[in-house]
């Protein structure tokens, strides 16, 4: 039976077409959903006792389950159990523009990046979109405010599940359902090229960023097996087409990873590489977790790599960093639960 909540609009607007009832039916179960945030369907008023009938028999309204959760000031951890008892997690931010939540695409992930937690754990399966989706509706009932960001950048690679992805951003881009906006949201990819070429063919104008995290194929393949598949030149090319095509700006993410891809002479190679490619490149300081040898760059060494990019005009910002008090790095809450 599928999940309520793993259907798009114009689904479920074909669906109750299909079974001879009106199309309006789904903009009004989409407004218990997702603007009253009611899914008990006793409680939806106006609908029929046979169409609930209906809907019960074949639709789960099923929920993923919080069960832990960690808070520092302006970060949350949350920790989900699904409905299979696989595990994932969410991280909530606090900025000054808004509120934003960092979602996971699969249960672990089978990129392999050496610096990674997530990847530790290989992929179990990918999510659907009703279980993204739910990562939000659960935050927002227990934060109380509207989350206005999405990042998908928790566990998993979003390009390795790519359909799902898809139909979680039209689910909560719907503007008669949760309504965020496309520019508010970020797909982040560790450069799978097949996802991209789809992804610049989309309707709607929602954010790439590029984990790339070095300024060659030789230091990428160290650290990201997947370099070894997709070279930076067919990288880099594909990303131009993007960019062409899309007239926006992409985001490069980049791990400081001490004494590996950190010195001056590769903030010059990297400049080099950006060079006229219209993105902004976010500077990450890594953060260091118990099984994994990598260290964190110094922050005189952080600012040295952002000067010489700035200095060649490159846009570049050093991430602010959240909740390393309570183990925000991506996967690390999932690694310290018991159940691994
Ligand atoms: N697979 C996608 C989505 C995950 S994004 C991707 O690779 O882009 C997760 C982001 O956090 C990536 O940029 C990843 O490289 C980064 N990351 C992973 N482990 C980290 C750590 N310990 N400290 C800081 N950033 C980390």
Redesign the pocket.
């Given at each position: 039976m599928r999940n309520i909540y793993d259907f798009t609009l114009k689904e479920l607007e074909d669906y109750f077409v299909s079974i001879g009832d009106k199309k309006f039916r789904a903009t009004q179960i989409y407004d218990f959903l997702y603007k009253k945030r009611i899914s008990d369907i006793e409680q939806m008023s106006n609908i029929s006792k046979s169409i609930k009938e209906h809907l019960i028999t074949n639709f789960s309204f099923d929920k993923i389950k919080l069960i832990v959760k960690q808070e520092d000031k302006d970060v949350k951890k949350y920790l989900f159990e699904l409905l299979d008892g696989q595990r994932i997690e969410s991280v909530l931010m606090y900025h000054d523009y808004g509120i934003s939540i960092?979602v996971s695409?699969q249960v672990g992930?089978n990129?392999g990046?050496k610096?990674?937690?997530?990847?530790r754990l290989k992929k179990v399966r990918n999510l659907e979109a009703y279980e993204i989706v739910q990562q939000i509706l659960l935050i927002e009932e227990d934060i109380k405010e509207r989350i206005s960001h999405v990042?998908?950048?928790?566990?998993?690679?979003?390009?390795?599940n790519y359909d799902n992805l898809m139909r979680f951003v039209r689910i909560i881009n719907e503007g008669k359902g949760i309504a965020i906006g496309s520019r508010h949201i970020t797909?982040?990819?560790?450069?799978l090229i097949p996802g991209i070429e789809r992804f610049m063919n989309e309707e709607g104008q929602v954010n790439l960023?590029?984990?790339l995290?070095a300024p060659n194929d030789e230091i990428r393949r160290q650290i990201?097996p997947i370099a070894k598949v997709y070279d930076m030149d067919s990288l880099f090319e594909v990303l131009k087409s993007y960019i062409d095509k899309t007239n926006r700006r992409i985001t490069i993410?980049y791990?400081m990873l001490d004494g590996i891809n950190d010195s001056v002479e590769m903030a010059q190679e990297l400049a080099v590489r950006l060079k006229g490619l219209n993105c902004y490149v976010n500077l990450?300081?890594?953060?260091?977790?118990e099984n994994?040898g990598?260290k964190?760059t110094k922050s005189s060494q952080i600012m040295k790599f952002y000067d010489i990019l700035k200095k060649k005009n490159i846009n570049v910002t050093i991430?602010r960093e959240f909740g390393s008090k309570v183990d925000a790095?991506?996967?690390?809450l999932r690694a310290n639960q018991s159940s691994n």
């Open positions: 960092c695409s992930c990129m990046c610096f990674c937690e997530s990847g990042v998908v950048m928790g566990i998993g690679e979003p390009f390795d797909v982040s990819t560790c450069g960023a590029i984990s995290h990201m993410e791990i990450i300081p890594y953060n260091e977790t994994i990598y964190r991430r790095a991506c996967g690390q």
